[in-house]
């Protein structure tokens, strides 16, 4: 697959906020934050979508909400709850084709996660 910006920032050819590193994946503040607390989790392996997980990826992804968890509790978010999305393709909204958990917290989180304007299209 083509390398995104995210290899970019795993290989520290462009700078991030950098919270979690290990062997496997990363964790770093999202550069236009959607919540007070909004970082993204990522394998460093590029995976781009939900829909190129394969079994032999079953541990990494799992790794990753582990991570998620460790940084939310890190954050201080972990009791009040904090949301993990992860967008596939593009109708989803993903825009970076490197699959990352969202980590969002720090406000009430409005749930379904659509609006009437998005139900007509
Ligand atoms: P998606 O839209 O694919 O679900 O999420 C991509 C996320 O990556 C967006 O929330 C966007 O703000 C974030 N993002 C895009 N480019 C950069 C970057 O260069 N640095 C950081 N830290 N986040 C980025």
Redesign the pocket.
């Known amino acids: 697959m083509s390398e995104t910006?995210?290899t970019?920032?795993i290989n520290r050819e462009?700078p991030?906020?950098i919270l979690y590193e290990d062997d496997i994946s990363l964790a770093?503040?999202?550069?236009?934050?959607?919540a007070p607390v909004?970082f993204?989790v990522i394998p460093k392996k590029p995976i781009a979508t939900i829909n190129d997980i394969t079994e032999a990826d079953r541990e990494l992804v799992g790794h990753l909400y582990l991570v998620a968890a460790q940084v939310a509790r890190e954050k201080g978010v972990a009791e009040d709850g904090y949301r993990v999305?992860?967008?596939c393709g593009e109708k989803?909204?993903?825009?970076?084709?490197h699959i990352?958990l969202?980590v969002l917290a720090g406000k009430p989180l409005g749930w379904p996660p659509y609006t009437d304007k998005m139900k007509q299209a």
Do not use: E, R, Y
């Open positions: 910006i995210f970019k920032i462009i991030a906020d770093f503040s999202d550069i236009n934050p959607q909004h993204l999305v992860m967008n989803a909204g993903q825009s970076v084709f990352h969202h």
